[in-house]
């Protein structure tokens, strides 16, 4: 069990040696100036990461077969630099199966997970038009496919960007959607719906995340939105008599929902429920982006009638947390 | 009362002379090779407008006083040329009060305006804040400011340009922030159905709608979100102890609805509910210029299941209307 | 057998019979001032298109049951109104099995289908790569698609707008290709060969040329690039042991080659081979619409030396044809 | 009064005790890896700033209740690690009132602000249109306005970044709009010189300069174009009979100065004077930019004919200065 | 002599026959229904064109060797096709030398050309820096240079659209210039002059006026930029002993005066007259442009409190003339 | 002769004293805390950079006439600084004539340099049209410029930074252009060889190279396609009878060759050759920069089959090396 995170470190006296396990983010090997090799580290867990080095690796207590991803147990000591903090390793082994759990090395959703699961088993379960139903049932039951649909992230940096951060998102836009489908006669609420579940499925091949959050070559080179429509495709293949114009209709919500071709969508939403998809998964995002900052903000200690910063993913613009700010009115 | 409408003509025999009542939307004066001055003129209806010519505009039976905005009875005949149509007037005189009803003479909404109004005034009550629903109130119970928001179109051409527009627009918007506010706790609630029932509201200064839908040279000057804010600016000046916080951020709302510098907004969204003002305005607009799309694809004698054309108010994208196109599948 | 073709129409003394096949581009009913129906048709061959109206619907001598995309008989007489040319039909039905040719109805390329269909087997051949080729031969091998890839037109207006011009861009760029390769150690000559015959390969879905050439309803809310790669991907499927990264390479060359994402691709070129692809390709049809806007140019009377028009396609820029203009230096 | 400044203490030797008064940009309280409190300060004066650290924040000689823009009597010593510089603080209070002088703690235009005013002052009596003149003698008369007017700068950092800055930039501006309106019989002088000194008064509300150059919240939230537009609103609305067209002119005038929708304005500049004062405004603002990155140069230590480096504010070009470089001519 | 011009021809009846002199704009043969070949003509004046017809080209009272460009007696009558008026030409030969002025064929400046050259020849005067002033007159003092200087339009539709519009444009802009040298010390008067007089000078070469306003081939394949720098450069290596430096500099100005690479200036302005010389050349463009639109809207019959129409080379804005509309206030 | 390389330095004991010569690439004078004055120095040779420092520039040891472009000898030791060196100068004198060579201090092609010449010479010789041919041969005759032909880099950073890198360049086009000419027949092979040849010619005078990379004032002022321009224009002024339609092509290739307006190409490509000019340059640029990302992957130990990072000359995409990731399918 792990009881040491790395945000506990930074308060840790120099030379106190401590013993934790970590997930290797990076590994690579230099050499000092008298020639000597010494490994360098990137160790992480779900609370943050830090810079590790190992100056003796060819001490028989330092494992030789270790590399990025493997979770490892390391024995060591703080040492500080202005004010970066660096782990001075002198132990370090794989861990044994068993000894520590991939969920404490990666920022998590704090929603439960099983939970949202259910959420979104029953949002499939609400759906009236029977091809739509059997092609996410198919879909969702491929064990391996809805293992990894729980635990993806949304995105390696931007929103959600946690582990089970696809599901939360999903579930979120589920009931946007619902109350969006509501609100206009012309959108069919059977089909929005198969769009939120769907759009994003590509995900689970574009990132990885065992190792940190990362694309593969295949996601950068082909990206989710192919990968997601080939997904579909391939299931609807084998489902007997698919309406041929309803898998036109789906494909073209996942190829369309980024809504700009500039954004990476070959295509325009030029159907209403493209339209409201591209509409929630964007609002739902930008939301998401906004809660982000604000908790941000409250970390890095400002004020809460204070602006944030800059938001990179908000075209630079700074933000007001509305509650906090009035509630402060005249103080 | 007027029972000939523009489209009437259309199908009517050369020749046939027929009686009815027109707004005069445009009156040129101009010269045959002769040298003779004839008049040249748009008329209009709540149903189109055709062009018209008064080829003798001394003769005693032609008003003077007329021109652009005047409500007119009109005595005149068809005549075609190739397939367009224009009226030959014969005899013209000013409407008599009473005698005619602007309500026929441009398009209007199809729903009840007082309906519409009910609507909009229950969420006016339904406001928890006091200061937002003083402000709310003292607006609206400005009686030439409400019988102008009863009556003005959201646009000259894009969407909802008819009579009553604006509040058919801000009703469905009322319906939708409602939805959306109850999906994220981070929304304040009350400051979003505010900034939904002021958004536009510069729009009463900045389109004209007597005598066909124009702006006013004030309108081109300043815009609809400096009017609005000027309007707002005004009746919050006038309503003691106004929490000089809730200005600003009532302010930054209508500043902001348009989401982009480059869209005339000279302020990003910056707090949430902005965020989503924009968002369901855009949302909305959208919505309604895909219906009507379809409706002029109908109309046009299009099949149910054939794309648009190329929507200008949409960058160009063709439309496929979802439910009529699957439910011809296999036909 | 056709002889009398829609350029030859214009020279037709007006009120002279005549009677020759057409295509039926587009057929709508309208009504005159009188309220009786008449037809509006749009008449086509590879020549050109025409206006065409038939004003007694109801003669037994005019079909009913033909439409747009049919082959037709007409006997009738040209009119003509200001410098324009109209068919005035007094006789029409749909053609017999065998009377007409599809060929004669459309724009062909000026090339032996036939010749260029070799000349594609043979850089298919030419491939060393085993598993490149029996991906490029099981794809061929389908007769039905061999047949549409021979037939389809390269775009509906833009460049190679005609029947064959899918495949005459195809073998020029399999030329183009081939010498690029071999100036280029870097890539992989059997690479960018498979993904030149393939890059397009969609567009035998995404258009139809039967009735004209138009996008299909599919192919406007999907794309060829789309299309293709969904292709490819079943034929992969069907292929055993088929290497991942390969298919992952030949896809990504389809989804990139419009070269950036605002073109409609929904990836940049990142390897080599894609790189090439996207340059060879854009080039090609650029040269190839130089030398229409030469011919167009010429066929409008223009002396050899003077700059065309502005051409739409080429961001508006005039052109100049070099060996005209400096063969008539000092002239 | 203050004799030791920021850029002095680059050249003192470590150790060395000092006092001086500094104005406090900023202030964090961090923890040593002790878990002992320190505290990390920003000190500024009219010359520049430096980082501070207070490392026993218990000490009774460091006062408890200072804070972000209060003036302070700091004394210490400098401490240098690599190139940088900080000042080791052991004893700290707020300045008494009359101790220390804002005016040393913020750059400052070089100017005599009373000479400035004198001139603005001139600027308004030179007006002939009576409306124009009382509307711009009731603002300044404001004596909050008048003070807020005469200190404020233009920019937190971009051009005319310094206390008076608004004043300087207006004052250069009013002697190019008389030359320019005499140039150009189209302009009315006296709505252009109005537009001029009303152009950028939103930015004494929009920008404080109390505590460093920054913006306020509102500024932020509404922009120095709304705020100047409400400013001159206000005052127009308390002056009786004030003409509705002018009015009009006046804030289209403040509204549409930025010349461009994404740079902000609402609106595009309608009228000769709008246009006009977009363009004194634009080009003084680059050549002020353009004079400030030659001073700037010079103190680099860059030869007269050398090019500035990429410059941010002008688009990342570079700049030559023609008679510095001219001078050089063959040396 | 030619008194009746394209204007007046409007006012004629149809069939009254008239001689004139026109310039032939262009000249087209085209063959009737029956395949008889005719004339499609456009014959201009200073007034404005009109299409002419002839057909009977074979008639002996027809020239055979007139062409565009040609100044040519017209005998023939007006016909009208709905509003539109049409030259039916009877007889047509080539105009003997003196019998017609090419300045009664194109619009002209309403300024003294003569009176506008002393303005220039002023300004060369005040030069004090001898290498400025000996590079004007060397150029200026070549008599065919000198000649187009005075002819050539500023453009061929947007702004000074006429002949001597060039010239009219640089005297404007150097009354402005001095008004800016003097305002701003970092300005060189000279260097700013001279840029002024040089920056368009290429024109004389880009556009052709002879046979109505248009570009070269020459013209259009390198631009007046580059034929102006040719022109410079030439000039400049025939003066002995010119400085290096100030050959770069004048060089820069001319290259950078458009004052961004999508408006086709190769380099930004990096200098400050450089800088200084854009923003005249566009401001006086732009003030030119908006004294047309008002001359034009007048004489369209708009009232002068009505804004224009959207102005295509100012961005679609419209425009509203201060003056006029002030003046109205009230009524 | 130089044995020691800025690479080897990384590997030095500190203290071991060394000697070997440099290019001094910048050279500043500061202050130490105490006052006293040091140097920073920027030394370079072919491998790379290194910061020194001369502690004591007193000492007569250290030359006191050296600056910016030397070539210098110096002794000293290097010293570490967290993971950076820093050379300790202890000693330093200019290089003697011949001590030491430019060709060691700067980047260089790997390719042999007569070699690429001799490539060039014979492309010149095969050229047939004999007024191009003498154009080029005059041209490349000129001893100076042919020095600065085969020394000159392509770039200052970007593509082929290298000395030889514009021959190199221009050899790879010169091949790819004759391929391409084989290909099109509407290209005109001599033309596009001559511009290939010509259309970087001017970077002779905009780039310079002694002092390591960088751009003359002239340079940054006028660019090297204007700087093109001028050199083809004075060498074709040499010669006699040069047809003047085959001058205005020539420049307007050099002119065009950049593609597009916000490329800083002031005419779009307007014939086939310059068309082609700009597709060949464009494409071998980006092939070399592909081929320099995957050496430098390599050299920083990434894996074959790993994507580069985001290369900002691309577009920020990522790059994947085909070969390598296909030869590890499996590994």
Redesign the interface.
Known sequence: MKDIYITDL?????ERPFNSFFLVLAK?Q??T???KPYLVLSLGDKTGQMEGRVWEPGDPRIAKDFGRGDLVKVRGS?S?F?DRCQVKVEQLRKALEGEADLKDMLPCTTRDIDELWRQLDAAVESIVHPDLKRLLKALLSDASLAKAYREAPAARQLHHAWLGGLLEHVV?LL??AD??A???P?L?RD?LVTGVILHDIGKVHELTWETGFDYS??G????H??MG??LV??TI?GLPDF????R??V??MI?SHHGK?????????????A??LN?VD??DA??QA??SEFERSARE?KAA???TGKVWA??Q???????A??SR??K
């Open positions: 930074a308060g840790f006296d120099e690579q230099r050499t100036k008298q020639g703080v500080r202005d979120s009931g946007l109350r969006v509501a609100h206009y012309l069919d089909l070559v295949e950068v080179l082909l990206g939105i192919q429509v080939d495709e391939k293949a309406p041929e114009r309803l036109t209709l494909l073209h190829l071709l500039e954004f990476g969508s070959p295509k325009l939403p030029m159907i209403p429920e339209l409201a509409f964007d609002f930008k939301m906004m809660t200690g009638d204070e602006l908000l075209d613009r700074q933000l007001l947390n509305t509650k700010w009035l009115e005249g």
